[in-house]
C-alpha cells in the first residue's frame, strides 16, 4: 500500500509566523501535487512538481520536491488568517489519474 | 469558468432511499472522477473515467452506481446506504492531454455532503 504520511497533522500559529509542513513517503511518485481546502469547499490545486529537487515559489509558499521523489515539503513564510485550511499532498504515478492522498495538515493562523 | 459545480451540496438521506449526485465541469476535461472524505481520513478515490469509460473502481460497494454519460457529466447513484456511507463526496476533473502530468492535476467540485440516516 502506497502511504503518503503527512506532519504535523494540526498547526496552530499566529499571523506572521513561519511553518514547514512535511509530506513523506517510501514510494516514488512521478509528479506531486499540494492542494488547499477550506471548510464546505473542495481541495484547490496550488502547485505540481515532477522533478526531483524541483523548487516552486507561490508568493509566500515555497514548494520543494525531494531528490528522490519520495517527500516533499510546503513552507509558508509571515502566515496570514488567510492561509487557514487543510493542506494536503497528492502523489501520482504513471497509472493515469490515480493519486494518492496525505491525510491532511490542518492549519489555523490567528491575528 | 465555472469550473466543477456539483448538486445538490447537501442531501440527508434514508437507508431505503434512492438518491443521485451530479458533477458537471467546465473545463474541457476528459477524466473525471468521485473520491469519498470522511473525517480523519485521507481522501478515497471510488471510481475514475477517461473519455467517458470507466477505468478505476477502487473496490466501491455496489450500492453506488457511477454513471458517465459524456466527458462533461458525471453521476453517482445511491441506493440502500448505510450510515457509515455519510461523508463529503467530491467530484473532480483533470485534462488527460496537457503535458506528461496534465492527468495528475485535479481539479475539484465543492462537494456534496451526504447523511445518511
Known amino acids: 500500500t502506497q502511504l503518503l504520511e503527512q506532519s504535523p497533522q494540526f498547526l496552530s500559529i499566529q499571523e506572521g509566523e513561519n511553518l514547514t509542513v512535511y509530506c513523506n513517503s517510501s514510494?516514488?511518485?512521478?509528479?506531486l501535487q499540494w492542494y488547499r481546502q477550506e471548510p464546505g469547499e473542495g481541495p484547490v490545486l496550488l502547485v505540481t512538481?515532477?522533478?526531483?529537487?524541483e523548487v516552486k515559489k507561490l508568493k509566500r509558499l515555497t514548494f520543494q520536491f525531494g531528490d528522490a521523489r519520495k517527500d516533499s515539503s510546503l513552507h509558508i513564510t509571515a502566515a496570514q488568517p488567510g492561509d487557514t485550511g487543510l493542506y494536503l499532498c497528492?502523489?501520482?504515478?504513471?497509472?493515469?489519474?490515480?493519486?494518492?492522498f496525505g491525510q491532511g495538515t490542518e492549519l489555523s493562523v490567528k491575528p | 469558468e465555472t469550473g466543477v459545480t456539483q448538486t445538490p451540496r447537501h442531501l440527508v438521506m434514508g437507508m431505503t432511499n434512492k438518491k443521485s449526485l451530479k458533477c458537471e465541469q467546465h473545463?474541457?476535461?476528459?477524466?473525471m472522477y468521485w473520491y469519498k472524505q470522511s473525517a480523519k481520513k485521507p481522501l478515497e478515490l471510488m471510481f475514475v473515467?477517461?473519455?467517458?469509460?470507466?477505468?478505476e473502481n477502487n473496490s466501491v460497494p455496489s450500492r453506488f452506481s457511477p454513471e458517465c454519460p459524456n466527458s462533461s457529466h458525471l453521476f453517482l447513484h445511491l441506493h440502500t446506504l448505510q450510515p457509515e456511507d455519510s461523508a463529503l463526496y467530491l467530484c473532480?476533473?483533470?485534462?488527460?492531454?496537457?503535458?506528461?502530468?496534465?492527468?495528475?492535476?485535479?481539479?475539484f467540485g465543492p462537494g456534496t455532503r451526504l447523511t445518511v440516516t
Open positions: 473532480a476533473s483533470s485534462p488527460r492531454d496537457r503535458g506528461r502530468f496534465g492527468y495528475h492535476e485535479q481539479y
Open positions: 514510494s516514488v511518485f512521478s509528479s
Open positions: 512538481v515532477v522533478t526531483g529537487g
Open positions: 497528492a502523489g501520482g504515478r504513471n497509472q493515469g489519474g490515480k493519486l494518492i
Open positions: 473545463l474541457g476535461h476528459n477524466a
Open positions: 473515467y477517461n473519455f467517458k469509460e470507466q477505468t
